[in-house]
């Protein structure tokens, strides 16, 4: 709406724990009186300005700065900003490794961090259905603070919207994020060439395997979780270690790692071959992939990234990734080779090829 | 997803104006092949890239920096900047005087402007319901385009999803922001003060009236047009006119001006006097509202700004406001006092004064 100048912190409201006292009357010592979302929760008035201030800013805790529904005025140090957004529209909310305020929060993390950034700011918009249950926001809340304290970035500006029962399936939530780019440092396709070594850094399709599996009550949920997690951290000391040898990092969402090498392959005018049997896939994975009828080089992940290093520097740099928590399943899969007919190709290890297609929709897992 | 590094207009791909031939097939010259969004445009796959190359971007034509879904590397020149988000979730999403499109841009835009930033870079975030058709896709497209031109921001990062049929109502859109502020420019409530005059810079209420109106099929929707626009040129005017006169800026959006003048009144610990018969009210609005039960002081605009300027400097500032296309209506409707029992007080022109309350909610039009 409008901008109150400088951000200030909402101080005194220490977040607390997501409890079983929220909800309720929203658990003891104030918070909002309703136990669902409302529609007046939206309409911008005083029912908007309790649910802001009563809950969802004393949630958020230290990583909100600024007014929630106001414009933020924030220093910045670099010359250089990266930008992103991405919406969030996952069903189930709640699954294991994370929910909704989690995905938000590393979804858009990542998507900076890959460009080299260091994740700043995040804006938050939520888009709440009539009836959704305020404990539920205030679980969501929570996952968005804390994803937002390991990731090192504020919250700094939000909107909320609430629609009618039935206009949208619970919860959906938008963040852009904003980075400080070191003046330094280069990544994008454009880097990527012949000879570039190929790095998967986690296991591939763990969170498509979680999430398709909860939904079809399948039983994989409980043996694979969703590998959501932040990837800044892993990204900085990557490009602290070897600033010059790492080209291009991709995250592996949407489309999967398949979908990343036919992107690159195409832009750059490269061929990519991977190998079957370097590829990290988990034992579950694999069979609940084969029962549920997808392949693994096409499943989502929220916590994976796909870089193109230089060939020579590759081995040290596994080494630098796999001694992140969240690169300890790395592996060298591939390498890019000079233009050919088929843009990426797999050997299956029996001697054979297989052409790594680009799927065009239907035949992928849809996750939203 | 991923960055490419520095960001890189789309080439080649002039956007065509809405028209006819777009739908079956998209028009001439190439587009997208089906007619209406499907589930597999959102699957991160062939389609969902098709719908981003052929449709989306060609027409954001020149305004589209960067890769769809991708984070955008860009260079800024302060060492300040200004964020925000807003969702935009009205129905109907075509209407007179706008759309959703041109309101996702405006809306964003104007929330950067009243902090005294200059808006640069947008984010533009579609959910799709599957079925939504793509002929009004375009058009709103051509809308975002048309916005983002007069208010000379680019659209530099985007995300596509697609849900079921049902889960939501057609699209919903959220833009977030990034604007540059000057190192002299401090707008806020910190700098209202006693004295300050209150000047509303268009009619109040037409947004709503147009929307309820053209809801219920009331007819007033012929002669009320909303008044969405861009007002980044009308603030920077004023402050290059009166960069030290001009204390805090609103954008009177949800809630409309009696919620705005609360919040202020609060926030600063004044009281805030208006005159009724200087409020810039439309006869057609009043007639309007009064038939929908609902008080203009209540509804929302989306071209219409709230300044707490200097009181001596006021006239002089009204002058300038009014010569801008978007504030010829303007007028100096109050002033700024002391702290005292009822925060904001409307005299009625008849010797009697009545206090002007935070609405709650439920008696708040609901837009979305």
Known sequence: MTSSGEPAVLSGETAQPAAAGVGAGNGAGGGIAQDLIELDHGTGGGMSRELISELIAPRLGSVHHGRMEDSAVLGIETARIAITTDSFVIDPIFFGGGDIGKLAVCGTVNDLAVSGAVPRFLTLALVLEEGFPIVDLARVLDSVREAAEQAEVSIVAGDTKVVRDGEIDKIFINTAGVGELAPEVELGMARVSEGDAVIVTSYLGNHSIHILSLREG?????????????????????????????????????????????????????????????????????????????????LANEGCLCLFVDGDAAPEILEAVRSHPYGSAAEIVGAVHGRAESPVKMQNGDGTDSVVEVLYGAELPRLC
Chains 1, 2 share one sequence.
């Not at 990092?249 to 398949?258: L, M, V």
């Open 218 to 298: 399948l039983g994989f949920e409980e043996r694979i979780a969703s590998d959501c997690a932040p990837l800044a951290g892993l990204v900085q000391a990557m490009l602290d270690e070897h600033p010059d040898h790492v080209h291009c990092i991709r995250d592996i969402t949407r489309g999967g790692f398949g979908t990343v090498l036919n992107e690159v392959a195409d832009d750059v005018g490269v061929s990519i071959q991977i190998a079957k049997d370097r590829l990290p896939i988990q034992h579950e994975t694999a069979m609940a992939a084969d029962m549920l009828g997808v392949d693994p080089l096409y």
